[in-house]
């Protein structure tokens, strides 16, 4: 039974520029939620998809924009990126209610020169 | 002032020794709280939660919350090399969401 999957695992951007992440969730989660972990620091949430939904949004501009499809598996968006927006990014997949059952991946970790 | 606060590391300990991790927070209407584990270069994995006040224990661990204090607590009993890793408390809100410590990094020096 696989986990939840992030891609890629590493990635360098620079300053300004746009970059995807994606995730797909363990199988028979259907909700989807992305965090931002900088170094040295706990994970912060940026949103929820359920139902290909934003159902919830944490303090981030909105730079940061993300997509649910069908399948369940998500994306995350970032524009015009900041050198502040380097760290691991974090999807973790579960029912909608069965926070007992939150998953994380290993994350992407995204550095921006 | 943070949702939730957690005790700086790194913590140091010997192997076989009794750890404590701690974490405050300010919303009372927390009620679930959760501890996971992070190794290093991996997303963080659960290790075990409780709800509203109290004790539970899983083998050599058991977590307590006092919600009168909003104390949350890990205790990790004769702790193994195996054990070194960074530990997050995250407490949850009403809407699913967690909100998650700083974490505290352990190492268990055999």
């Known amino acids: 039974d696989a986990g939840v999957t992030q891609s890629p695992t590493h990635l360098i951007k620079t300053r300004g520029q746009q970059v995807t992440l994606r995730c797909s969730p363990k199988s028979g989660h259907d909700t989807v939620s992305w965090y931002q972990q900088a170094l040295g620091q706990g994970p912060q949430f940026i949103f929820q998809y359920y139902e290909e939904e934003e159902r919830q949004r944490g303090n981030f501009p909105d730079r940061f924009s993300g997509h649910q499809f069908p399948n369940y598996s998500s994306e995350l968006n970032v524009n015009a990126l900041l050198l502040g927006d380097s760290a691991l990014y974090l999807c973790?997949?579960?029912?909608?209610?069965?926070?007992?059952?939150?998953?994380f991946g290993s994350g992407t970790r995204l550095t921006v020169v | 002032q943070k949702e939730v606060e957690q005790d700086p590391g790194p913590l140091s300990v010997p192997e076989g020794a009794i750890v404590s991790l701690n974490c405050t927070y300010s919303?009372?209407?927390?009620?679930?709280f959760m501890w996971y584990r992070q190794y290093s270069r991996k997303g963080p994995e659960l290790l075990m939660y409780t709800y509203s006040s109290g004790n539970k224990e899983d083998g050599r661990f058991t977590a307590q919350v006092d919600k009168s204090s909003k104390y949350i607590s890990l205790f990790i009993r004769d702790s193994q090399p195996s054990d070194s890793a960074t530990y997050l408390c995250?407490?949850?809100?009403?809407?699913?969401?967690?909100?998650f410590g700083t974490g505290t990094s352990l190492t268990v020096i055999p």
């Open positions: 919303n009372s209407a927390f009620q679930y």
């Open positions: 995250a407490p949850i809100n009403t809407g699913n969401q967690f909100y």
């Open positions: 973790a997949s579960s029912f909608p209610t069965a926070w007992d059952g939150y998953t």
